[in-house]
Nanobody, 114 residues
Framework: QVQLVESGGGLVQAGGSLRLSCAAS????????MGWFRQAPGKQRELVAT???????VYADSVKGRFTISRDNAKNTIYLQMNSLKPEDTALYYC????????WGQGTQVTVSS
């Protein structure tokens, strides 16, 4: 099993930045597929960004050029650097790891004020 703990969310003004962290309970060296998803009130959960063990990344069109996903295998942690934040980025952000099964964190709230 894998436990995931997100941190770094908060309240920020439009145009600001936040960095989210997701710490895993085991080594992520062998976990190929990790990523960030978000869910706004009344909406479905959506993909934000994913990263493989080789460093290949995929981004939602809505965050391309503003968000950067990265991973530090030595710290068993992935990150999401979010710049130029917009009110529409407001959501509960979840970390996900796929290792035989899908594992989710409890989420961290990001609120962007206009």
């Amino acid at each position: 099993q894998v436990q995931l703990v997100e941190s770094g969310g908060g309240l920020v003004q439009a145009g600001g930045s936040l960095r989210l962290s997701c710490a895993a309970s085991r080594t992520i060296f062998s976990i190929n597929d990790m990523g960030w998803f978000r869910q706004a009130p009344g909406k479905q959960r959506e993909l934000v960004a994913t990263i493989t063990s080789s460093g290949s990344t995929v981004y939602a069109d809505s965050v391309k050029g503003r968000f950067t996903i990265s991973r530090d295998n030595a710290k068993n942690t992935i990150y999401l650097q979010m710049n130029s934040l917009k009110p529409e980025d407001t959501a509960l952000y979840y970390c996900k790891a796929r290792w035989f099964s899908d594992y989710w964190g409890q989420g961290t709230q990001v609120t962007v004020s206009s």
